[in-house]
């Protein structure tokens, strides 16, 4: 791999001077005590991410949440009003309702309320939330993490000045978590002209490992390990975790006096190349000329098809495109596989014919060895690695999972829910249930049946579920759920792999001869409205874990149908009927 020597000069727009939001000194004072006068806005913990990025310049040159010149140009061309290349939308949402009751000035606040900045409101404009989605991620997709999570948006975007009072605190790793001007400091003091960064949102592999070192070695400069701990892809290894991996392997098996180890609280989109170039504009600002681009580099996976938003080598190709721009080289992530007979790493394509080859993937690692509770072999990871994630991931069936059944009203999902219960208590598992008619009845008391209302409805159902999978508990929820945007969130918030969707297919006619309140009568006749799967859309799953049919099928057997699903899946082991774990 031939790499230059000379580092770029630190030059505007990127890696220039570093916009600073932040105040202090008698400004501060002055507007904190201003900001308790000021409406309140409690801002996401997206934007709380990209304020802290605007603030200490990481964004550079963005210096506030995009108004609308900028958000268009950014969206069709990738590129700010004044040209600078920017490759994705920077915004903050409100609702119109809340827009209309803030004044000039607006405190940003949040989740436990305590003030973080005060921006100065000059500009408010709706926008199109599928046309954001198909031009910024390429598809509107709700299996995309973040066409789904723009279905809770506000529907304008607001920008303005803002005043940064107070950074986000935290009270984890702090000695890890610094700014751009620290990074390059620490950076300067290695005394290499050329630094490589490594993004990583998952944890270090001796492949990993043996990647990062060849690239410092082949730039001739310092290695950045840089972790993104902000929003990652829903699922991923928590950050806790993937930290104190990090910190384990730099103490142990890497030179000090060429690497670095700081934390990025970035909200990744998830959006594949566009991602890519924001990432090297981050790194750009920290002091880094080059950067490690890996295979589907911030892809987000598969779509509702089953196919791959985006292609395995567009990240790479996105970057080298504009690499000159912005003054940095990509350096490919190499594929490679641990040869026993030799115990060395070799790159896929140098691997001579014949000879045996090891390699693990990352379902093989989630299914086969954290799943059941086995330690990771030493060829493919440190002890260290190993001992942390099965400390923090034990085997699967002492694990939580969601069943949700979906379904039209009549289709049967309460029976084959009702039979799933008992089942699984023989398997010594404790079991909440959560029935749409039950939980209208008292969780979501006072809700109607408009969309919004349905939506409301169901993330309140996901959101207890997911406490519950979280604590290991097991949870069956029957609800119509009618769509598909809102399912996909559950799906985010019990986590992706704990999630088991149960489709119960059955068709209308066959459910309204159930209906012994003949509530499908009265909807047919135009009495009720907006009754789903009559003048309301029922959105049927693409790609659900089991489809059931529920015509000339026992619930018994479709019950004992997912039984085998989750023994597939390790969720219970399928000789230990009667016996807890």
């Not at 799943?371 to 923090?392: D, H, N, S, V, Y």
């Not at 999902?413 to 209208?440: C, F, M, N, S, Y």
């Not at 018994?556 to 597939?568: G, S, V, Y």
Request: contains cysteine; negative net charge.
């Amino acid at each position: 791999m031939a790499m230059t020597n000379k580092k770029p000069n630190l030059i505007p727009p990127y890696g220039g001077k570093l916009v600073n939001l932040v105040v202090e000194g008698e400004e501060r004072k002055a507007l904190i005590e201003k900001a308790s006068h000021l409406p309140s806005i409690k801002i996401s913990s997206r934007n709380l991410c990209d304020l802290e990025l605007l603030a200490n310049g990481s964004f550079s040159p963005l210096d506030r949440f995009m108004g609308h010149k900028d958000y268009e140009r950014v969206l069709t061309e990738m590129r700010l009003v004044d040209g600078t290349m920017f490759p994705l939308p920077i915004t903050m949402t409100v609702d119109k309702e809340a827009y209309e009751s803030l004044g000039e000035e607006v405190a940003l606040r949040d989740s436990h309320n305590n003030l973080i900045a005060v921006m100065k409101v000059e500009e408010a404009f709706p926008y199109d939330k599928e046309r954001e989605a198909l031009l910024a991620y390429g598809s509107t997709d709700s299996k995309h993490p973040m066409v789904s999570e723009m279905v809770r948006w506000g529907n304008l975007c607001i920008s303005g000045e803002l005043k940064v009072v107070n950074m986000p605190t935290y009270y984890d790793f702090k000695e890890l978590r610094r700014t751009p001007a620290e990074v390059r400091i620490q950076l300067e003091t290695m005394g290499h002209d050329n630094v490589v960064a490594f993004q990583t949102r998952n944890p270090l592999h001796r492949i990993h490992e043996e990647l990062t070192k060849r690239a410092a070695e082949a730039v001739g400069g310092s290695l950045l390990i840089h972790p993104v701990v902000g929003l990652t892809k829903p699922g991923d290894v928590d950050h806790f975790t993937r930290v104190r991996i990090y910190k384990a392997l730099v103490e142990k098996y890497y030179d000090k006096n060429n690497t670095a180890l700081s934390l990025l609280p970035l909200a990744m989109r998830m959006a594949g190349p566009r991602e890519a170039l924001l990432h090297g504009i981050i790194r750009r600002n920290h002091g880094v000329n080059y950067f490690i681009i890996g295979r589907d580099h911030a892809g987000p996976g598969v779509d509702s098809n089953k196919k791959p938003f985006y292609g395995p080598y567009d990240a790479q190709d996105l970057f080298d495109k504009y690499a000159a721009e912005l003054q940095m080289k990509s350096v490919p992530f190499q594929a490679l596989v641990y040869l026993p007979d030799t115990q060395e790493y070799v790159e896929v394509d140098k691997v001579s014919a014949g000879a045996k080859v090891m390699d693990i993937s990352g379902t093989q690692v989630r299914d086969d060895y954290l799943a059941k509770g086995k330690l990771l072999p030493e060829w493919f990871t440190r002890p260290e690695t190993a001992k942390i994630l099965r400390q923090m991931y034990p085997p699967r069936h002492n694990l939580g999972f969601c069943v949700w059944f979906t379904g039209l009203s009549g289709a049967g999902k309460t029976a084959t829910a009702e039979v799933l219960t008992t089942l699984l208590l023989e398997h010594g598992k404790h079991i909440t249930q959560l029935d749409g008619d039950v939980v209208r009845t008292h969780l979501s008391k006072g809700l109607g049946f408009s969309k919004e209302d349905r939506d409301t409805n169901i993330l309140r159902i996901g959101f207890v579920a997911s406490e519950i999978v979280r604590h290991a508990g097991v949870v069956i929820c029957a609800a119509i759920s009618p769509y598909i945007a809102i399912r996909n969130e559950v799906r985010k918030m019990v986590g992706e792999e704990q999630f088991i969707e149960v489709f119960v297919d059955t068709p209308i006619d066959v459910c309204a001869s159930r209906d012994i309140k003949g509530l499908y009568a009265k909807a047919f006749r135009g009495e009720i409205k907006g009754f789903t799967g009559v003048d309301d859309p029922y959105e049927p799953p693409v790609n659900p874990e089991i489809t059931l049919s529920t015509v000339g099928i026992t619930p018994e057997e479709n019950a004992r149908i997912i039984i085998k699903l989750l023994e597939d899946k390790g969720f219970l082991l399928s000789d230990s009927v009667g016996i807890a774990d």
